[in-house]
């Protein structure tokens, strides 16, 4: 049986885990630097930035007692819109394993999320997809999320954030 649960601290290592495979999977693994310690203290640290979910299915191996197998997980933090002046989701990993694709997983996660933004008064919840993700892309419109093609994501990063911060503090 599926199931969704929050990640607890114990969990660090396993999601670091499918945060590589997220970043193979998008051609990204040279970008992935974040730490166990890292990742611990900012989903469970005393001011968490974000919070997680794992789908898991009990597996049975053998006569052995049932083991829990993670599928997948969602990684999603708080936003607010100064035009609703209200707060949404912004859902930051949508990742199911490749061997579970298929399944319902990822709805199942994105289900879990819309709902937490829903009891918390939320009025939207938010993602963006790579443009060469058709499997994903297709998911999305299957389940009838609006593309919002006007509107291009930027980044600062690296010596172009520390330049624009810099500038801030004079």
Do not use: C
Not at 31 to 40: G, V
């Amino acid at each position: 049986m599926l199931t969704v649960r929050p990640a607890h601290p114990e969990d660090a290592a396993l999601l670091l885990g499918l945060f590589g495979e997220l970043a193979a999977y998008e051609h990204l693994e040279h970008e992935l630097k974040a730490t166990e310690a890292q990742l611990r203290e900012a989903l469970f640290g005393e001011r968490p930035a974000a919070e997680a979910l794992i789908a898991e299915r009990l597996a049975r191996d053998g006569d052995h007692e049932p083991k829990a197998e993670a599928l997948g997980y969602a990684l999603f933090f708080p936003t607010f819109s100064s035009f609703l002046a209200s707060t949404g989701v912004w859902l930051e990993d949508l990742f199911v394993r490749a061997e579970h694709r298929g399944e319902g997983v990822g709805r199942a996660l994105l289900g879990a999320v819309a709902a937490r933004a829903s009891e918390r008064g939320g009025e939207r919840l938010e993602w963006a997809a790579l443009d060469w993700n058709e499997p994903a892309l297709g998911f999305y419109r299957r389940i009838g999320a609006a593309t919002m093609n006007e509107w291009i994501t930027h980044r600062l990063d690296g010596e172009a954030l520390a330049r624009v911060a810099a500038e801030g503090r004079r």
